[in-house]
């Protein structure tokens, strides 16, 4: 699933939609593609929940989902969203962001398709794929053979751990109302286009640019995936203070400090560096995240943000 994201203001925002995964050049790759571009037309409407555990925290959290083509609706507890079609919605907000477009992506060719195997979940027949890197397990994908959609998935990390878990709980195929969550018809967008991506390399530990937005403030985005994991760098110019990371922990990667942020789908990650605020969201699993981060501009030593930390906590 491809989640381009955005930083506007103090705000991180979910935004974008599903994407298809080129042919790659492992073996099975083709056989992924195919399940992941139908996944992405698939119709149905549900409760969706999903289970992450990483550096000591865990987080849950349960959703109703109504999907169509490219186009989903996802209502939390406290917030609702449009997700697809290059737009993103807050129910209730007269704001929203449009994208001008954005690129599909090829597999990077170290992915396989292990296994596939049928099972029954929810009283459907499904497709288990069996993801394999480097002749490790890293995902387990369960597919509804009769609509093509994503019924659960298992991510794991570089030791073999499970590391996010997603599951439906309901499943409906044929809702017959679609986008019910929907209530604010009348949103506005603003229209974000794409920039230069600047000094952020074309690829970052096997994962490759294929987008980059001008932000608001001077804020550049970029976007990497590998085929089938995915994150955004957000780059604004100097220290960039408060926002959702006023009282995040610090986590210490490769000898250097970083504020981060676990939810269920995502990690949340910022530090500063020669002057710019760096922040990267992403779905990407640990092991793949401590690479990322070895190759993308390093934190200043003895940075605010960690100096204020270290002198409040020790």
């Not at 865990?58 to 406290?78: C, N, Q």
């Not at 499904?126 to 994503?150: C, N």
């Not at 960039?240 to 789908?265: C, Q």
Request: hydrophobic residues 45%; contains cysteine.
């Amino acid at each position: 699933m491809r989640r381009p994201l955005l930083l506007r203001a103090a705000t991180l925002l979910a935004i974008g939609g599903l994407f298809v995964v080129s042919a790659g050049t492992a073996a099975g790759a083709i056989e992924l593609e195919d399940y992941l571009a139908e996944a992405e037309g698939a119709t149905f409407a549900g409760r969706q929940a999903t289970w992450c555990s990483y550096g000591g925290l865990t987080e849950f959290s349960v959703v109703s989902v109504e999907h169509a083509g490219s186009l989903a609706m996802v209502e939390g507890a406290d917030s609702a969203r449009m997700v697809g079609g290059g737009r993103y919605s807050v129910i209730g907000d007269a704001a929203g962001i449009a994208l001008s477009g954005w690129s599909t992506a090829s597999a990077s060719g170290r992915y396989a398709t292990a296994s596939a195997v049928s099972e029954t979940r929810l009283e459907r027949q499904v497709m288990v794929v069996t993801v394999e890197e480097r002749d490790a397990i890293r995902a387990r994908i369960w597919f509804d053979e009769d609509t093509g959609a994503a019924l659960g998935s298992e991510v794991y990390d570089g030791s073999g751990e499970l590391y996010r878990l997603t599951w439906m709980l309901d499943f409906d195929p044929n809702p017959r109302k679609i986008f019910t969550m929907m209530r604010d018809q009348g949103s506005t967008y603003d229209l974000v286009v794409s920039a230069d991506a600047g000094d952020l390399a074309e690829t970052v530990a096997g994962y490759m640019r294929v987008d980059s937005y001008a932000g608001p403030d001077n804020s550049l985005h970029a976007f990497y995936t590998d085929g089938l994991f995915s994150f955004s760098v957000f780059l604004i110019e100097g220290d960039m203070a408060g926002g959702p990371f006023t009282d995040a922990e610090t986590m210490r990667v490769g000898g250097a400090d970083y504020r981060w942020l676990l939810t269920p789908s995502d990690i949340w990650l910022q530090w500063a560096g020669g002057g710019k605020t760096y922040v990267l969201v992403g779905d990407l699993p640990p092991d793949h995240l401590a690479d990322v981060l070895a190759e993308l501009p390093q934190p200043s030593r003895g940075n605010i943000l960690a100096r204020i930390w270290r002198g409040l906590f020790g």
